[in-house]
């Protein structure tokens, strides 16, 4: 397909374990980006990428949360020691470039629950 | 954290009619865009209005801007029962940033 596709949809995981969510982005975007979405809310963001460095990672909350892509394509979201509230909607977008006027396209997001 | 808030957090409408909804936002901005969600999952890009435009039109969509009262609103007509989602403004705020600031968002039923 040619839309940004994440993994895994759903995740359910103890208190205290790894996690790691993963995002391939549209062939040929630049720019990659993943937010956080709360029950009722509206996505919040956690960092951006511009080819494979982290342009802005001011929205991760904690050093618990980490984010790579080493080769400018693939995005692998990793939490440490997940709590219950981290429990949340995971989205990741991408589009061309990181331009101002640029449309984000968004995955289904993966829905990762901590019991 | 949120950008601004959205009013009203839900509406109900018949199909036809038309349905408003408002956003509020609370800096500078460089655009504001309009996303639709279904079942709390992927969000799909309406229409994008920059921070020198009034409005804009995208097929049934009509979207406003008023940069002085930081708030705009998107107007969607003649709606359809496809039309139910979740319905969210974003903003790219002025400067180097580029991510997306949303909103709280508006639940749209449209009863058939």
């Known amino acids: 397909g040619a839309g940004v596709s994440q993994t895994p949809s759903n995740k359910v995981t103890e208190k205290g374990k790894y996690v790691e969510l993963r995002c391939d982005p549209i062939s040929g975007h630049t720019a990659l980006y993943w937010y956080r979405q709360s029950l009722g809310q509206g996505p919040e963001f956690l960092i951006y990428?511009?080819?494979?460095?982290?342009?802005?990672d001011s929205g991760l909350p904690n050093d618990r949360f980490f984010a790579v892509r080493p080769e400018g394509s693939v995005s692998t979201l990793k939490i440490q020691r997940t709590e219950r509230g981290d429990s949340a909607v995971y989205l990741c977008a991408s589009s061309p470039i990181a331009g101002v006027g640029d449309t984000q396209y968004f995955g289904p997001g993966t829905r990762l629950t901590v019991l | 954290s949120q950008q601004g808030e959205e009013d009203p957090q839900a509406l109900s409408i018949q199909e036809g009619e038309n349905a408003t909804m408002n956003c509020s936002y609370k800096t500078s901005i460089n655009n504001l865009q309009w996303y639709r969600q279904n079942s709390g999952r992927g969000l799909v890009h309406l229409i994008l209005?920059?921070?020198?435009?009034r409005e804009k039109h995208s097929g049934r969509l009509r979207v406003t801007l008023d940069t002085s009262k930081k708030s705009s609103s998107l107007l969607i007509t003649a709606s359809r029962a496809a039309d139910t989602a979740s319905y969210f403004c974003?903003?790219?705020?002025?400067?180097?940033?580029?991510?997306?600031?949303f909103g709280s968002g508006t639940q749209l039923t449209v009863l058939p």
């Open positions: 974003a903003t790219v705020n002025s400067g180097s940033a580029r991510q997306l600031t």
């Open positions: 990428f511009q080819g494979t460095g982290a342009a802005d």
């Open positions: 209005i920059r921070s020198n435009e």
